[in-house]
């Protein structure tokens, strides 16, 4: 059962970095277990694409997590919501917040407040 857990987060991680080659290097840059913070790598990567203008694809980042949400596997789900959501604008300018919260999709904002207990803003 562990096994098949790592495979599915071993894909989902995969399937990001075949759609988003952009941030493969950055996710490679951590050990091959540590996908959490390869997830974080991701967040990471919308926030930067927020605070460098990029706003196309930020938005294509967080359009895919919001696909993938509704069907995710509980596994993926955790990911989605523990290592990118709440990971989401972390040391981002006020700035980059308020171009940016606006854009995320509602049910990850809604994931957001509950971690956090207020919107980015």
Same mark, same amino acid.
């Given at each position: ?9 071993? /894909?989902?991680? /995969? ?50 997590? /919001? ?12 990911f989605i919501d523990v290592?990118y959501v709440e990971h ?34």
């Amino acid at each position: 059962k562990a096994y098949l857990i790592q495979e599915i987060i071993d /894909n989902f991680l /995969n399937e990001i970095c075949f759609l988003f080659p952009e941030v493969k290097r950055k996710m490679d840059s951590h050990d091959v277990f540590m996908t959490t913070s390869k997830m974080e790598e991701f967040a990471n990567a919308t926030t930067q694409a927020f605070s460098s203008g990029n706003i196309a694809l930020a938005q294509s980042y967080l359009d895919y997590i /919001n696909e993938k949400l509704p069907n995710a596997h509980p596994k993926e789900f955790e990911f989605i919501d523990v290592y990118y959501v709440e990971h989401l604008f972390w040391q981002a300018s006020q700035k980059t917040k308020e171009m940016g919260w606006p854009l995320v999709p509602t049910k990850l904002q809604s994931l957001y407040v509950a971690f956090h207990g207020k919107p980015a803003l």
